[in-house]
């Protein structure tokens, strides 16, 4: 999932290394923009839909973060 995740990054952002970030909202890695990007990307990569409420940038934060949220929403 971990690399998936890095793959879907570097997609929407190539110009950026998510492997070495330690917060991609605050280091200007991603935007609102490439986070709804992002999360239409996860939903269909892995079949979920995730809630609105979860549409938040602390949740995008990082790889760790991404991954709890999938997780959360049933991927293994």
Same mark, same amino acid.
Request: proline share 3%; aromatic share 8%; hydrophobic share 40%.
């Given at each position: 999932? /971990? %690399?998936? +995740?890095?793959?879907? !990054?570097?997609?929407? /952002?190539?110009?950026?290394?998510? $492997? %070495? *970030? =330690?917060?991609?909202?605050?280091?200007?890695?991603?935007?609102?923009?490439?986070?709804?990007? !992002? +999360?239409? =990307?996860?939903?269909?990569?892995?079949?979920?839909?995730?809630?609105? =409420?979860?549409? !938040?940038?602390? $949740?995008? &934060? &990082?790889?760790? /973060?991404?991954? *709890?949220? !999938?997780?959360?929403?049933? +991927?293994?």
């Amino acid at each position: 999932m /971990r %690399q998936k +995740v890095i793959n879907i !990054l570097t997609e929407i /952002r190539p110009e950026f290394d998510f $492997n %070495q *970030a =330690t917060d991609f909202i605050e280091n200007g890695m991603l935007d609102s923009f490439d986070v709804i990007t !992002l +999360v239409t =990307t996860l939903d269909e990569t892995f079949g979920i839909s995730i809630d609105g =409420t979860d549409i !938040l940038p602390e $949740n995008f &934060s &990082s790889i760790e /973060r991404i991954t *709890a949220l !999938l997780t959360k929403n049933g +991927v293994q």
